[in-house]
């Protein structure tokens, strides 16, 4: 990830406020990955490093109507994996790391996927990006998962001004109120995914632009 340009802290009731307004917009907003249990939505979450959520949807159409279980997936065998997801990038470590852990699973989990943290960080391929999605989809814990969207976001309106994905993790879960945490790391990748894009801002529609500290505001295209 670059380097962030430095902005000062956004006060205590503009992230309120930003949050507020995240809500009334989208109670509920929901990941972009499909899953059918807390399996696939592992498998999903790791397939999409480094990929787009439409690509690995694609691809885990078939992979999860044939292994929609460690067990199912371990008899898939790494050939077959590595064949249905070869659309994606870096489709052969990845094939590897998911019939790894789904061995792992198996035999240390009884085929189910760890609410611990440091259980998920210990399989092949998860990393705490990965581990904190699946613990805030699935197991519906407040946490913070800091993709480059939500390091752009967190950076460029100063809601989290940090150098590294965790210090803008570790800001975030500090500032944001407890009413909204379990539903900020959705607001904030959708945010950055469709307005607060990394080339061009649409700061012209953005529904927080009164509160983001980010300079000069790119305005609205010719004729719009």
Known sequence: MATP???KSLPKADVEAIFARFHEIEPEPKGELDYLNAFTLLVAV????????AGVNKATRRLFELAPSPAAMVALGVDTITELIKTIGLYRGKARNVFALSQILLDQHGGDVPQDRAALEALPGVGRKT???????????????VDTHLFRVGNRTGLAPGANPLAVEQILLKVIPAQYMLH????????????????KPEC?????????RFEPKTPPPKGA
């Open 204 to 212: 012209w529609r953005c529904p927080i632009a009164q509160w983001c």
């Open 46 to 53: 790791v397939l999409s490093a480094q990929a787009t959520d």
């Open 131 to 145: 581990a904190n999605v699946v613990l805030n989809i699935w197991f519906k814990q407040p946490t913070i998962a």
């Open 5 to 7: 340009k430095k902005v």
């Open 184 to 199: 900020a790391h959705h607001w904030l990748i959708l945010h950055g995914r469709y307005i607060c894009k990394a080339r």
